[in-house]
């Protein structure tokens, strides 16, 4: 079994388009989306589609959930309201209800999947610190977790209760008498100043987790930011990876 995990593409089209053409080239079984689909950039719908038609599994995130619940705006930033409001002009009540089917944790006999921290994950916590993973270790059961919404990629692997350490986000092989929480990384908006797509795949045999990352037409998403009247920022941070 392979499987691709996505996240936090966020209306990038080209960035998404990108990942998937390689994400095929390496003939996964399935791919997985952990939510934030939209926000940020231009090119919601399109995502929305290529999304719901590329994964099995798709999560919904703080922004999807803020498009269906506007009291989930008020601890968003300036430029992600503006984004939320313009992006729910461009979707139909047919993409938004598609959208409030998605959950927000996927769970199966060995991993968890959520868009957050794993610990009450409809509050959307962010997982930064060693005492965040310390404490997110706690909330489950599962040998991985897999996760997204800081936009950076990350590991940490439990050796025993209570004692882990932080890995580098590159490939590793599962050991079965730890568990691991595993950040997959930004599609759409990078923010560990690497300017490129994040995905990461998952693999049966060996029990291997490996990152990958894929450059885009930077130039093109950023333009059609601006074309849109979003903020700017949100077209000049994807040319630094913040």
Known sequence: MRVALISDVHS???????VLKDIRSTGVDEIYSLGDVVGYGADPAACLGLVQSACKIMLRGNHESALLDSSRKADMATNAVQAINWTRSQLSSRELSLMASWPVVSVGSDA????ASPDHPGEFQYLKSR?????AFKSFSEQICFY?????PAAAEEIIPGAIRILPPRSFILD????YLVN??????PRNRDTTACWVL?????????????????RSAQEKILKAGLPSILAKRLAEGV
């Not at 990038?12 to 990108?18: F, K």
């Not at 997204?148 to 950076?152: A, D, I, L, P």
């Not at 997959?184 to 908006?189: D, F, I, M, P, R």
């Open 184 to 189: 997959v990384g930004s599609v759409g908006q």
């Open 176 to 179: 079965a008498k730890c568990r």
């Open 112 to 115: 968890r999947l959520v868009h």
């Open 131 to 135: 005492w965040d993973m310390e404490n």
């Open 148 to 152: 997204g919404h800081t936009h950076q």
């Open 202 to 218: 998952v693999t049966n045999h060996p029990p291997e987790v490996g990152f990958n990352s894929v450059a885009y037409d930077i």
């Open 12 to 18: 990038n089209l080209e960035a998404l388009e990108a």
